[in-house]
C-alpha cells in the first residue's frame, strides 16, 4: 500500500503510519526475561526419592544460581561442568523445541532480601532461582504466576 499524499500550502508531504516498530532479532523476545548466559551445570546429585534429581546451575557473570528437581530421565542429556544458557519468561520460548530442557513452571514464593529468590515448580518439582543483584526485568519476569524456562 502507496502511502497517502496530503497538500498543504504548495508543499506535499507522505503520511506514513506513525506506529512503533519492533525490530526483534530471531529468536529474542520482547517481553521481560531471565537469561542467564554461560551458565554451568554444577552438579547433578541423587535425591532421596528414587529416580530423582536435583540439577545445580551456576551463572557467575549474572550472579545467580538455579536447581531443580528432575526426573534421572530429564537430566540424561546434562552432564556436570556443560556450558549451558538458561532462558526463564513468562511466554513462549522461540528457541525451546531444540532445548534440552523446555518445561512450564509455576511461582510459589518471591523473596526480594538481598537480590531475589524465587520458588517455585517446574512439573511438579520444586525449583529455586537466586539472583543476587536482579534488573527491573528480570524482576518482573515472575509477576505473572506462570513461567517458561528452557535449558539450551
Not at 31 to 46: C, F, G, K, P
Not at 80 to 99: M, Q, W
Amino acid at each position: 500500500m502507496l502511502p497517502k499524499k496530503q497538500h498543504t500550502n504548495r508543499t506535499t508531504t507522505l503520511i506514513q503510519d506513525l506506529q512503533p516498530t519492533k525490530r526483534r532479532r530471531e529468536g529474542a523476545s520482547e517481553y521481560m526475561v531471565v537469561r542467564l548466559r554461560n551458565a554451568t551445570i554444577e552438579s547433578i546429585e541423587d535425591t532421596e526419592t528414587k529416580r530423582l534429581k536435583v540439577v545445580k546451575v551456576v551463572a557467575k557473570e549474572e550472579g545467580a544460581r538455579v536447581s531443580m528437581e528432575l526426573p534421572e530421565v530429564l537430566c540424561g542429556a546434562m552432564n556436570p561442568r556443560d556450558a549451558i544458557t538458561v532462558i526463564i519468561d513468562s511466554k513462549s520460548i522461540a528457541r525451546g523445541n531444540n532445548a534440552k530442557l523446555y518445561a512450564e513452571g509455576k511461582v510459589f514464593r518471591i523473596r526480594e532480601e538481598n537480590g531475589i529468590e524465587v520458588t517455585g515448580t517446574v512439573g511438579g518439582l520444586r525449583m529455586t532461582l537466586d539472583i543476587s543483584s536482579p534488573t527491573a526485568a528480570q524482576r518482573k519476569t515472575f509477576d505473572s504466576n506462570k513461567f517458561l524456562i528452557a535449558i539450551v
